[in-house]
């Protein structure tokens, strides 16, 4: 059966320099590559793409489509933590979910956002959602 291997994120971002600044010094990425108008960034599964566009409309003027990315994470607790010490605008903070998650989220300079989650020990969202079933 085919599969998908690995997902990559693209985003416009109105500053190149500014957003890939955010993402490395703030949010823990690594810059893999970069060409000109583009930087490739990753931290652990998750790659970035970000595309230098100017002209485009930022995300934080649609604040209801805004979300890009739901991140599993090992220590949400511990990266909630580092996200604070860094400055970094939270848009919900760290909680229990009733659907077995414990999450918190996060606003980009361009105001896409970004919600970070870890399984709470002995949940599983595949149970919640089958209970509903």
């Given at each position: 059966?085919?599969?998908?291997?690995?997902?990559?994120?693209?985003?416009?971002?109105?500053d190149?320099?500014?957003s890939?600044?955010?993402?490395v010094?703030?949010l823990g990425?690594?810059?893999?590559?970069?060409?000109?108008?583009?930087?490739?960034l990753?931290?652990?599964?998750?790659?970035?793409?970000?595309?230098?566009?100017?002209?485009?409309?930022?995300?934080?003027?649609?604040?209801?489509?805004?979300?890009?990315?739901?991140?599993?994470?090992?220590?949400?607790?511990?990266?909630?933590?580092?996200?604070?010490?860094?400055g970094?605008?939270?848009?919900?903070?760290?909680?229990?979910k009733?659907?077995?998650?414990?999450?918190f989220?996060v606003?980009?300079?361009d105001?896409?956002?970004i919600v970070f989650?870890?399984?709470?020990?002995?949940?599983s969202?595949?149970?919640?959602?089958s209970?509903?079933?």
């Open positions: 059966m085919p599969e998908i291997l690995a997902s990559m994120f693209v985003l416009a971002v109105n190149l320099a500014s890939r600044r955010f993402y010094e703030k990425f690594t810059e893999d590559f970069s060409v000109d108008g583009w930087a490739f990753s931290r652990g599964a998750c790659m970035l793409r970000l595309g230098h566009c100017p002209e485009a409309k930022p995300m934080s003027q649609a604040r209801d489509h805004s979300w890009f990315a739901y991140l599993h994470v090992r220590d949400a607790a511990g990266l909630y933590k580092e996200t604070l010490k860094k970094v605008e939270i848009w919900h903070p760290l909680e229990d009733p659907w077995g998650m414990r999450e989220a606003v980009t300079p105001g896409h956002r989650g870890e399984e709470l020990p002995g949940q969202a595949a149970k919640h959602a209970k509903k079933a």
